[in-house]
């Protein structure tokens, strides 16, 4: 399969992450959204690094981007279950106290 | 006699407007320590510059008697101030301003007069004024005045004498108003408007003036008398004998100074009001010397003038010497009838320069000057006795009560009438002569109407002058009732008195004056009606010699002279005398009731007793449109300027903004609007600033979808 | 392995901060959170200790490290003022007694590593290392932000951030991953230059086809720094986290954290479209990319401004005037030459400078006051008439008047811009700068304007101390220019070819 | 030479004020001493630079000092005078030093009063003599929040709001001057006022080293330049429409503010326009001569009008100055010689004489507390050395001949009638409405407030006292000295103003 | 079920048919291979954003990581995609079911017009800027593909050798350090941290939206 095809299905992750962030009023969906855009990313650098001889980079970028997807998700989720106490709501468009 | 010396003349010239100074420097900031207030200080001194104008001014009249030439410019022999720039400018060039004095034989009799009028106001006030609270202010300001009047006569440029001229208009202001700092003055409310009045309405002439400075030095580059007289023959000349266009106009608005400074029809309007001021101000202020200025500008300005100015000058005077003397024969206020008088008779002078007669309206500008300062002065001797009435009405029979005064005031009453052997009737008899030559040699409809204008205003002076005379000494005294309830408390004498010896011996002087100051007749009197040897303002001051020969004497025939000379000789003496008559019949032998010939004449009467309602046109057409303009204008300035400017752009929404959070609770009404616009403006960003994560995400991306699609499409 | 020493030596000031803030927190669990001013003063000689590396080092040439790690002035910039304001933030956070009742272990651990974050994040031409450095920085900050527990807006505030933050990053990581695609490399220097890799392709051959690829993946990569930065449309988080996180925390994110993102932002662009040996068609490019950063700036500095207007709270002032200027030095970055580019470092510097002082003076009043509002300021300005001088000089810094080190920075900024073709955007900040007087004068109105206050002020020399010689060096700065000016030039390294 | 008499006479102030700064607060009889000093010494080395030390025969800058300062941009620490800037200085020096005794019955903060006046000279001081563009700037910003805060904090009950209009405006003309002045540094590479008008004057200053030519929102370089510049400082003048914040800052501000307002603030419009933009951009003056001319003459007729239909004493003298400096503007706009001078010389008159109305309106507010004009009335019969000082003051104003603006107002008058433009004659011709209006507007304050029926409240108002009297006098005796010896003046300032004027290529006279 | 599921499983089998049989046909058992874990990708991640139970679009994240991985296997990425199965799968999920518990459901918030709105603008955006790329890209391509081998070893070399990768990976340590004590901090309850801050004096709280 050629690179375009990796880059269609990291296009179509893509925007469903975005999705999942803005339209579902749960706050874990964005959390989830944000790990789809990652993964989304993950494809491509995985795809180029085959694709453009081999090289060792974009296989390695991918794995930090796991790295750091695990620490996000680990300090989303606590910041989340904060809120989630402090609120008593998961709908994040209820935590709108700070605003104009 | 004496000769003009160079050496000593100037310095002695230069002393004449610098003692009055002095005395007004030091009498302000003395006067505590003065004796007396310092009066006497003032007075002397004032005797020393009369005794300097007059000892000058004989040094012209000998060499006018002599036929020689009397033209002195300091800048020639004596001195040049560059005014200016004194150093990297030369004294000759058009931006600097030089002072010189100028000498010739009108400003030396000019001088003379002012000198003379000035010691016997002075003196006349030191008995007048006696008491007032604000004593030693009035001599200061009065000498200031002097000095301004004085340099006004010796300056030999245009733009210093338009100094002075605003100078004496200022200290006409303060003298008018003299009476607007003493509350317990009866006539303190009318003097603060009068002030005011009369400074803004000679503000108007005198913006005139200037805008004909301005052009007349923008075409000729400088403001020197003698320069513009010849520059101007010059240009004329170049024109073929014609004035150009602009001459006519900048004449225009010279003629305009005159207008207003001699309240001549329409801005004089000022001048009856300006009888508030104490009687020693009007007498010289108002009556001879202040008045006088704007006829001497013309006289100063006559080779300048194109035959249109003079005819608008002509038609003006003329109009105003009879406008006013019909106005004049209704006045009840003793100081009124004099006012409009004095406005009369300067229609006379500003008609005479029209006509060509510039000698001859500056003579009637002298012989006035005493008369009309004496008249004033009984009147003011005559209030005085009355303490404080005006109104004739409420006089009468004051004769037996003043005879000093009744006395100067009939020789001043006839000289003004125009009755033989009295100054006046030289002067007058000469301007009617001016104007009947002129219809007989231009026809031209100015001078018909000044033919026709100037005799009947002088049967009306005639009349109105003895109106005032009858009704004030003749007759039995009708003031007693008044004060009898009126002013119990004043415990004043309620019998009319006699003034003390300052004022009677000021009003015996310049009553001399104006019985003998039109022609020495005593000195011959073969010739009692000058018909042979001209008086000696005449023989001193000519038409060639007052503009160092460049304008010629204009040619007229011996017949024509001759027969003008008759005419006017005859009808001058027959309305003097008929206007005597006439104020007789009405007001003396009661053969006429007045009131009848009031009820006769109907609205006629009561628009001349209005003064034919000018001040309240001036009222609704100028006034009132200029204040409402003004608030009009402040309203547009503070809603709408303010807020053009700060609609620019955004700076009035955040003004809004600013001024909202200033006056929390929207106290001042400009901002009272601020709420809303915050509320509109602010929505933008409040729009997107919700609170909600997910819009915020929302948002960000189409921001950045739409950066991108303008990154791809562009 | 002496050279391998030598690398060490080079990024010895990451390896004493990482080492000191595992000491500060473990330091903090030993002393059970009784002793704070020590933790304070350990975090504060770990700092120092950083501070003096770096400064011995300062005259190096630039050198890349363990291949991806670059050493050089434009870091060295960055790193000494981060440095500066961290140790600032520290400062503030001893002197805030409110702020004692939390873990100040975790609190220095994390400010020390989000400093560790920033200087990976300014000091490399390597993508791979930037994330690494921009994620610790943003985790880190994400937790700060939220670091009073209990308070509900402070937890408000962490959770918008990080749920902006994952998803800008996110986007971030998408563009850097096409970018690869289209370069084939990682690193920077490598991308804008011609194809000498042996690859099929490059910027310069994408851009020669077409440009439109190159435009996704730039402005998804600049999304990621446009949160940094807080410019339009991506700084939806800054009022609101500002407003919420603790008052130190704000500062660190107002003046460190967005001053990294633009070392990052400007050693991204400078290294894909300006370096010097790019093709004339990056360039070119590059001058576009500038007209996208030139509109946002405009965009940004407006909307900083007027929403700052209408502020009420100093705090959340301070945030949109944070925006604004974010707005401003885009506007040397938008030039997208080396004059604006340093003209922007000036800026930052003076950035430094001016916010530190704001906020430390909010920090200071919240203390006295209890509250955020403008209002509350009210006549404090005879109570505490040292503080409130200094910040009046604050402020006119912010607004960018002389003499201070605020309206140099401007000036260069707008002969910057000027140059480079963009008259009509210095037009816009110059006359943005006088909209953000309105706001900037109400605090100065507040203090002075109005009677004297009956609050008292706790006499706290050295909060005022500081405040003082921050705002002294507003003024002397502004006065005294050039060393400050030669510096942000010396160090705009970044651009040369290696 | 090398003297640095001119960097005393900016600085000595700030040594002032850091003097008071480190004086208690409560020590309010040093610092006001303090204050009198570090005002006089200025105002001694002022006189002698007017009377000893300036060649008033020699063109060009004089008394130069001149060292780098930011080398990087080539700023430089710059100074001079010449004729045009000298009378200013001056002005500023005394005004100054009469303000500190002006102000001694304020009663609030007076350290920080007096240590905002001290900065505020420092910085009017050093516009006047800056020659260097960027240190013009930086003096000119200086000014404004000294100002800002002493009308903010001592006005009047809506000070904030006069106090922000005063700076937001001052300021958004001050960024378009900003945005001019780095347009010519990249046009020109050089900051120097001198050069950059020799520049002009030689046609370099094209905008040819800027991208598109200079061009700015579809105006050509010397088109913008000029209007960015010409604003900034009409802003300052100011000039009608951008004067609304006058009438505020002005009711608003102490007295002694107010003086310093009239007196020295609006005529740094005036100066700024002389000095660095006219000579810089004399394409686009020439240009639009004619528009300044017509803003002039709408702002002497406008201005005297909206005074008229004042009811505030203070508004009404405020508007006064619009009127006022409308014959400056009308003086420039002429290009001729004498316009020059004249508007030169009505800048240093109205300084004088608007100085002390406020004075006098300041005497009557501190006594009465009001200044509502029909709440007046026979005041003088109270205060008869009060009226005698105000009647000079108004007279002065009205520009009576024997006061300075008498002079000054016929020299630009007949400056601009005889521009080579014959549109000026009309101009002129309207503007001298204004003279008649600017009569009656005072003549009725002075009848409504000091003549008439004393106002009974008022019976028991004590007479100017010696101290107000030392503010006025000096004021009032030049009014009337520069009436009477305009040359004081006029022989210093005119070899500049004619260097200026050939160089606009204006009409040189005589 | 309801009528909007059932369309959406209808869908989301012809997306499966579509991608399975376009794989297979264009290039034979890679593509069929990959049409799987294509779909498993993009499916999984449809499904994430369509389920109402939060629950069930956390396990079908499940599927899009499990695909995700099988991609990377496509690619001879082998240790990356057991890093995928071991982190993403073992790890982020995990934490995001224990999030699933610990918070209250909500099965009203999803709201249909809103995702179908949402997916026609991101989708539409998203191909419509993939066409606007696909005309005119020139990746960054080599001619060959290597040969697909096991590349586990070269990453551990370079991740521990004193190569490039040294200081990313002791950073990615500190990151990790943060994260956990950041996480730790956050999550961990001290009495006290849940009283009302005195000094901010919040409000009653705010739930749900109007």
Redesign the interface.
């Known amino acids: 399969m050629g690179v375009g095809a990796y880059l269609a299905v990291s296009a179509a992750l893509f925007a469903l992450g975005i999705v999942a962030i803005v339209v579902r009023r749960n706050v874990l969906y964005v959390l989830m959204g944000i790990e789809m855009i990652l993964n989304a990313a993950n494809i491509n650098f995985v795809a180029f690094s085959r694709h453009n001889g081999g090289r060792l980079d974009g296989q390695m970028f991918a794995i930090f981007v796991i790295i750091l997807a695990a620490a996000e998700a680990a300090v989303a989720l606590a910041i989340v279950l904060n809120v989630v106490q402090l609120f008593d709501s998961v709908n994040p468009g209820g935590v709108d106290q700070l605003r104009d | 006699m004496p000769r003009f010396d160079p050496a000593t003349d100037w310095k002695l010239l230069l002393a004449v407007p610098a003692i009055p100074l002095a005395g007004f420097v030091v009498n302000l900031f003395l006067e505590r320590s003065l004796p007396r207030k310092g009066d006497w200080l003032l007075t002397g001194g004032m005797f020393v510059v009369m005794a300097i104008a007059l000892w000058m001014a004989a040094k012209a009249i000998a060499a006018g008697f002599a036929g020689e030439e009397f033209f002195h410019q300091s800048r020639q022999d004596g001195f040049a101030w560059s005014w200016l720039y004194q150093t990297g400018k030369s004294p000759d060039s058009p931006l600097n301003l030089t002072a010189g004095i100028l000498y010739d034989n009108l400003g030396a009799a000019m001088l003379a007069v002012v000198g003379v009028v000035s010691f016997f106001v002075h003196l006349f006030s030191i008995g007048y004024m006696k008491g007032d609270r604000r004593y030693h202010i009035f001599f200061a300001n009065i000498s200031l005045f002097t000095f301004a009047m004085l340099g006004l006569v010796l300056s030999d440029n245009l733009l210093i004498f338009f100094v002075f001229w605003e100078l004496m208009g200022l200290m006409s202001y303060l003298l008018i108003g003299h009476f607007a700092h003493d509350p317990g003055h009866p006539r303190n409310l009318f003097a603060t408007s009068a002030c005011k009045k009369a400074f803004l309405t000679t503000r108007v002439g005198d913006t005139c003036l200037l805008v004909g400075m301005m052009i007349f030095y923008w075409k000729f580059q400088t403001l020197q008398f003698t320069e513009l007289w010849r520059l101007a023959q010059e240009e004329v000349a170049r024109h073929g004998g014609y004035y150009p266009t602009w001459m006519t106009v900048a004449g225009l608005f010279i003629f305009g100074g005159t207008v207003g400074k001699s309240a001549q029809f329409p801005l004089h309007i000022w001048l009856p009001d300006a009888m508030e001021g104490p009687t020693p101000v009007s007498a010289m202020i108002h009556a001879a010397t202040m008045v006088a200025a704007g006829v001497f500008l013309l006289g100063r300005t006559f080779p300048l003038m194109s035959p249109e100015v003079l005819a608008v000058v002509t038609v003006v005077g003329s109009f105003t010497a009879l406008f006013a003397a019909t106005i004049g024969t209704t006045v009840n206020d003793i100081k009124g009838v004099l006012a409009y008088s004095t406005i009369s008779q300067l229609g006379f002078m500003v008609a005479a320069c029209g006509l060509g007669g510039v000698v001859f309206g500056m003579f009637h500008m002298v012989t006035h000057a005493f008369f009309k300062a004496c008249l004033f002065l009984c009147a003011g001797s005559v209030i005085h006795g009355c303490h404080h009435e005006q109104d004739m009405r409420r006089m009468g029979g004051l004769r037996k009560f003043m005879p000093v005064t009744f006395a100067c005031m009939l020789a001043s009453t006839l000289a003004i009438a125009g009755i033989p052997l009295f100054s006046g009737f030289y002067s007058k008899d000469e301007i009617i002569k001016t104007a009947f030559e002129r219809s007989l040699t231009h026809f031209e409809g100015a001078s018909f109407f000044a033919a026709l204008a100037l005799p009947a205003a002088a049967l009306l002076t005639a009349f109105y002058m003895f109106r005032l005379m009858f009704m004030t000494f003749f007759g039995a005294y009708r003031g007693a009732e008044a004060h009898g309830h009126g002013h119990e408390d004043h415990g004043h004498a309620h019998v009319p008195h006699e003034s003390p010896w300052p004022i009677t011996v000021a009003l015996c002087g310049l009553a001399l004056l104006g019985i003998l100051g039109g022609h020495f007749w005593l000195a011959a009197p073969g010739d009692p009606l000058a018909s042979h040897t001209p008086p000696w303002f005449l023989r001193m001051v000519s038409l060639e010699r007052l503009y160092g020969g460049l304008v010629a004497e204009p040619h007229v025939s011996e017949h024509v002279e001759h027969q003008a000379h008759g005419l006017a000789l005859s009808i001058s003496l027959g309305v003097a005398l008929a206007g005597l008559l006439i104020a007789f019949l009405l007001y003396q032998a009661r053969k006429i009731d007045p009131a009848r010939i009031v009820r006769a004449l109907g609205g006629v009467y009561h628009t001349v007793a209005n003064k034919y309602w000018i001040d309240e046109i001036v009222n609704a057409t100028v006034v009132r449109p200029t204040i409402g303009l003004a608030l009009a204008q402040k309203w547009f300035d503070e809603n709408v300027v303010d807020g053009i400017v700060n609609g620019l752009g955004i700076l009035n929404r955040t003004l809004g903004f600013v001024s909202a959070w200033f006056d929390l609770k929207g106290v001042d009404g400009a901002v009272n609007g601020v709420g809303a616009t915050t509320q509109a403006f602010g929505s933008v960003a409040r729009l997107f600033q919700t609170g909600r994560i997910q819009q915020y995400v929302t948002f960000a991306v189409a921001g950045g979808l739409l950066l991108a699609a303008w990154l791809i499409l562009s | 392995m002496d050279a391998y020493l030598d690398q060490l030596g080079s990024i010895a000031p990451e390896i004493t901060l990482t080492v000191f803030s595992l000491i500060v927190l473990v330091q903090d669990l030993i002393q059970k959170g009784r002793n704070s001013d020590a933790v304070g003063g350990v975090t504060l000689l770990g700092l120092s200790i950083a501070f003096f590396q770096l400064l011995s080092h300062a005259g190096d040439p630039s050198r890349t490290v363990f291949g991806m790690v670059v050493v050089d002035h434009f870091a060295g910039f960055f790193k000494l003022f981060t440095l500066a304001a961290v140790a600032a933030v520290v400062f503030f956070v001893m002197s805030d007694r409110r702020e004692r009742k939390h873990g100040v272990g975790e609190y220095y651990f994390l400010i020390l590593g989000a400093a560790v974050g920033i200087f990976f994040m300014v000091g490399t031409n390597n993508l791979l290392l930037l994330m690494l450095g921009l994620e610790l920085l943003s985790l880190a900050s994400y937790s700060l932000a939220g670091f009073h527990k209990g308070s509900r807006k402070s937890a408000e505030a962490s959770m918008k951030y990080v749920i902006f933050g994952g998803m800008s990053t996110g986007v971030m990581l998408y563009g850097i991953s096409l970018l690869y695609g289209l370069t084939g490399t990682l690193d920077l220097t490598a991308m804008g230059a011609s194809a000498g890799s042996g690859l099929a392709s490059s910027l310069a051959a994408q851009l020669h086809a077409s440009p439109v690829p190159v435009a996704i993946a730039v402005v998804l990569v600049l999304a990621g720094f446009a949160y940094k930065v807080s410019a339009v449309p991506f700084h939806f988080w800054t009022p609101d986290v500002y407003e919420g996180a603790p008052t130190p925390v704000t500062t660190f994110l107002a003046v460190a954290s967005k001053a990294a993102g633009f070392g990052a932002l400007l050693r991204f662009l400078g290294g894909l479209f300006m370096r010097s040996g790019v093709g004339a068609d990056v360039l070119q490019y590059g001058a576009r990319i500038g007209l996208l950063v030139a509109i946002l700036s405009a965009i940004t500095m407006t909307l900083g401004n007027f929403a700052a207007l209408r502020q009420q709270s100093l705090k959340r002032m301070l945030a949109y005037s944070s925006i604004a200027h974010a707005g401003y030095v885009l506007l040397g970055v938008a030039t997208m030459t080396g004059a604006g580019f340093s003209a922007a470092m000036y800026y930052l510097a003076a950035y430094y400078l001016m916010n530190l002082g704001a906020f430390g003076f909010l920090l200071y009043f919240e203390g006295i006051t209890g509250s955020e509002d403008v209002d509350s300021l009210k006549g404090m300005g005879w109570k505490a008439p040292a503080v409130s001088v200094a910040m009046v000089a604050f402020l006119i810094s912010l607004t960018g008047l002389p003499p201070t080190v605020g309206f140099y920075g401007k000036y260069l900024l707008f002969v910057a811009g000027w140059n480079a073709n963009l008259g009509w955007l210095v037009l816009v900040a110059a006359l943005n700068s006088v909209v953000s007087l309105f706001y900037y004068l109400r605090v100065a109105k507040a203090l002075f304007l109005t009677d004297e206050s009956s609050k008292s002020a706790a006499p706290q020399p050295l909060f005022v101390g500081f405040l003082v010689l921050l705002g002294a060096a507003t003024v002397a700065l502004g006065i005294y220019i050039q060393p400050l000016q030669s510096w942000a030039e010396r160090s705009l390294d970044i651009l040369a070819r290696t | 030479m090398h003297t640095h008499i001119l960097t005393w006479i900016t600085f000595v102030p700030l040594i002032g004020m850091a003097v008071i700064l480190c004086l208690p607060r409560n020590a309010t009889a040093a610092i006001k001493g303090v204050s009198l000093v570090a005002t006089f010494i200025p105002l001694v080395l002022a006189t002698q630079v007017y009377f000893g030390m300036f060649d008033?025969?020699a063109s060009g800058f004089q008394l130069v000092e001149r060292a780098s300062?930011?080398?990087?941009?080539k700023a430089q620490y710059f100074m001079g005078i010449d004729g045009i800037s000298l009378s200013l200085v001056w002005l500023t020096t005394l005004l100054l030093f009469i303000a500190v005794p002006a102000s001694f019955n304020i009663e609030k903060?007076q350290k920080?009063y007096y240590a905002l006046l001290m900065l505020l000279e420092v910085g009017i001081t050093g516009v006047f003599v800056s020659l260097d563009f960027?240190l013009f700037?930086?003096f000119w910003?200086?000014m404004?929040?000294p100002m800002?805060?002493l009308i903010?904090?001592w006005g009047g009950p809506?000070?904030?709001?006069a106090?922000?209009?005063f700076?937001?405006y001052t300021?958004?003309g001050s960024?378009?001057m900003?945005?001019a002045v780095?347009?010519l540094?990249?046009d020109s590479g050089s900051f120097s006022i001198p050069d950059l008008i020799s520049m002009a004057h030689a046609g370099r200053l094209t905008g040819e080293h800027?991208?598109?030519g200079g061009m700015?929102?579809g105006m050509k370089f010397a088109t913008w330049v000029f209007w960015f510049l010409f604003v900034a400082f009409a802003i300052k003048v100011p000039v009608?429409?951008?004067?609304?914040w006058l009438p505020d800052a002005h009711v608003q501000a102490p007295t002694p503010i107010s003086v310093i307002l009239a007196g020295i603030l609006l005529k740094l419009g005036g100066y700024g326009m002389m000095r660095a933009c006219f000579p810089i951009v004399p394409g686009a003056f020439h240009e639009f001569a004619f528009v300044l001319g017509v803003l002039g003459v709408t702002s002497i007729v406008?201005g005297s009008?909206?005074?008229?239909?004042?009811t505030d004493f203070k508004r009404m003298i405020a508007y006064s100055s619009v009127g006022h400096m409308g014959y400056v503007l009308l003086g420039f706009a002429a290009l001729t010689?004498?316009g020059m001078?004249g508007a030169a010389l009505q800048m240093f008159n109205h300084g004088t004489s608007s100085a002390a109305c406020f004075l006098v309106v300041g005497v009557l507010y501190d006594r009465a507390h009001h200044r509502d004009l029909n709440g007046f009335g026979?005041i003088?019969?109270v205060m008869?050395r009060y009226?005698a000082l105000s009647?000079v003051a108004f007279?002065a104003s009205i520009g009576?001949?024997?006061m300075g603006g008498?002079?000054s107002e016929?020299?630009t008058?007949?400056g601009a009638?005889?521009s080579g433009d014959p549109r000026f004659?009309i101009l002129?011709?309207i503007s001298?409405i204004g003279?008649?209006?600017t009569?009656?507007?005072l003549?009725?304050a002075?009848?409504r407030v000091?003549?008439?029926?004393?106002n009974e409240k008022y019976k028991d108002l004590p007479d100017i006292s010696f101290r107000e009297v030392f503010s006025q006098a000096p004021l009032l005796f030049l009014c009337i000295l520069l009436g009477v010896f305009?040359?004081l003046l006029?022989?210093w300032m005119?070899?500049s103003v004619r260097g200026l004027v050939s160089m606009l290529g204006g009409i040189l006279?005589? | 079920m309801e009528r909007s599921s059932k369309v959406f499983y209808a869908l989301l089998a012809l997306l499966a048919l579509a991608l399975i049989g376009g794989g297979l046909g264009a290039a034979g058992g890679e593509g069929l291979a990959f049409g799987l874990f294509a779909f498993l990708t993009v499916g999984g991640g449809l499904m994430c954003v369509f389920e109402r139970s939060v629950v069930r679009s956390a396990f079908s994240l499940l599927a899009t990581f499990s695909g995700t991985a099988g991609l990377f296997l496509l690619l001879g990425a082998d240790f990356l995609a057991m890093a995928q199965i071991l982190i993403y799968v073992g790890g982020i999920l995990a934490l995001i079911l224990f999030g699933v518990m610990l918070t209250p459901p909500d099965l009203t918030e999803r709201r249909l017009p809103r995702v179908v709105t949402g997916l026609v603008l991101v989708g539409g955006a998203v191909a419509w800027i993939g066409f606007q790329v696909r005309a005119s890209v020139v990746w960054a391509t080599a001619e060959t593909l290597p040969p697909l081998e096991s590349n586990a070893r070269r990453i551990g070399v370079g991740f521990l050798a004193a190569g490039q990768y040294v200081v990313p990976f002791e950073l990615a340590a500190v990151v990790l350090t943060v994260a956990l004590v950041a996480a730790v901090y956050i999550a961990r309850r001290k009495k006290s941290d849940l009283e009302p801050d005195a000094v901010e004096g919040d409000p009653a709280p705010r739930t749900g939206e109007p």
Do not use: C
């Open positions: 008033k025969t300062w930011i080398a990087g941009i903060a920080s960027f700037y930086v910003e200086i404004l929040l800002y805060f903010g904090i809506r000070r904030e709001y106090a922000i209009k700076f937001l300021l958004a960024v378009l900003l945005v780095v347009a540094r990249i800027l991208p598109y700015l929102v009608v429409p951008f004067h609304t406008y009008f909206v005074a008229l239909g004042q010689e004498q001078n026979g003088s019969q008869p009226w009647t007279f009576l001949p024997g008498f002079i016929w020299m008058l007949v009638f005889q004659r002129v011709l001298t003279i008649v209006i009569a009656a507007y003549l009725w002075m009848q000091f003549l008439g029926k004393l305009p040359f006029l022989d005119s070899v006279q005589g």
